[in-house]
């Protein structure tokens, strides 16, 4: 783009410690093939690595396309995040973080032609691929077709490094909802809720680029408590744009519903890295105890003065020693049915207590049997 050229589009970048991935993500954009100009708007949030470093080597060559507004204080994600769109000049904005990257160098030229010849459509986006970082392994497609309010509020099928979005809608968005007054720990998903019910959306059913999942990033921690909070503002989100828009009629899913599938999906993925067909290993006692007791702890703190979410997660307990009633040992499933109908007899209040105290029971037993094969 030449210094007198406005941009039609602006990609906002914002990055932090994503020296291993940046150079991929900004050669992304560079390879894009548009008849117009776009801008590249990159926000280093004071990296400690040398992400500063290759984005300055970029600068250097592509002086005329890039625009460096990083901040000179660590700002945080979220607040960086509207720091970088608030530099933004195009009439349409896309966005990527770091660590992500574009793999169709014909994304920008679709989405804006489409966008250009459907002034109704607000925003634009595709599928991308899911890359396991720690296995540098692809295991999934994210990106499903969503065309109203209600059918996003069940779940985020949005990518966001797909997305192409018109500006005046955007800076609508800010003067009404006020995101930066929230402490919402995503920008991105209350985005989508609001775009889809004041505008349409069109989705592009292909991949168009790759997300790359990081172990303890904020959407994907191992810590229970992120986990936890994580979730907990997913659901802050949606009971906001519930109210502001006035869907009260719209059912999505219950927080206390997503708490307890959190603490399977936590169990399950336990069992799942430690035990398998092909290779016998002995039962982790003190991780798997202390899984379930950080869970525990963790929805003391933040959820367990809720009774009905408190009798929800106890149930799941109950769940996970139903389900062992059914495994090949003969012994713990014998142990597992007697914890369970002793449990399931308590008064709701006893039902955590119970729960964890059977499942220190079926641990220990499983330690010293190593009945899972």
């Not at 410690?17 to 093939?33: E, M, T, V, Y």
């Not at 979730?231 to 519903?257: A, C, R």
Request: glycine share 2%.
């Amino acid at each position: 783009m030449h210094n007198d050229e406005k941009p039609i589009v602006s990609i906002c970048c914002i990055t932090y410690n994503h020296g291993k991935f940046i150079a991929d993500c900004l050669n992304g954009f560079l390879k894009q093939k548009t008849s117009f100009p776009f801008e590249i708007v990159v926000s280093n949030d004071c990296s400690t690595d040398d992400t500063k470093s290759i984005i300055d080597s970029f600068l250097s060559k592509y002086p005329t396309m890039f625009k460096d507004v990083s901040p000179s204080k660590n700002s945080g994600s979220i607040k960086n995040f509207f720091h970088a769109l608030s530099k933004c000049t195009g009439k349409y904005i896309t966005l990527c973080e770091g660590d992500d990257y574009w793999i169709d160098e014909n994304k920008l030229q679709k989405q804006v032609d489409f966008m250009e010849q459907n002034p109704d459509v607000g925003l634009t986006y595709s599928k991308v691929k899911m890359l396991n970082n720690k296995q540098n392994e692809f295991f999934s497609v994210w990106g499903k077709e969503k065309n109203c309010f209600a059918e996003l509020i069940q779940e985020n099928q949005i990518p966001t490094l797909s997305v192409c979005m018109r500006k005046d809608i955007l800076l609508q968005y800010i003067k009404d909802v006020a995101p930066g007054t929230k402490n919402w720990l995503m920008g991105d998903y209350p985005m989508w809720l609001y775009f889809i019910h004041v505008s349409k959306v069109k989705f592009f059913d292909e991949i168009t680029g790759v997300y790359r999942v990081l172990e303890n990033s904020a959407s994907h921690s191992t810590n229970v408590l992120k986990q936890i909070n994580f979730l907990k503002s997913t659901y802050d989100i949606k009971e906001f744009f519930v109210f502001f828009f006035n869907e009260t009629n719209v059912d999505y899913p219950k927080y206390h519903d997503a708490i307890c599938h959190l603490f399977i999906e936590n169990v399950d993925n336990y069992l799942k890295s430690s035990y398998n067909s092909s290779k016998y290993e002995p039962v982790n006692y003190i991780t798997f105890n202390n899984l379930i007791l950080d869970f525990v702890n963790a929805c003391q703190e933040n959820i367990m003065t809720d009774s009905y979410v408190q009798d929800a997660f106890s149930q799941r307990f109950l769940w996970l020693f139903n389900s062992l009633v059914n495994c090949y040992n003969e012994d713990l499933a014998k142990i597992s049915r007697l914890i369970f109908r002793y449990v399931a007899k308590k008064t709701k209040k006893q039902l955590v207590l119970y729960c964890l105290t059977g499942s220190k029971i079926i641990l220990l037993f499983i330690k010293k049997r190593r009945a899972f094969k």
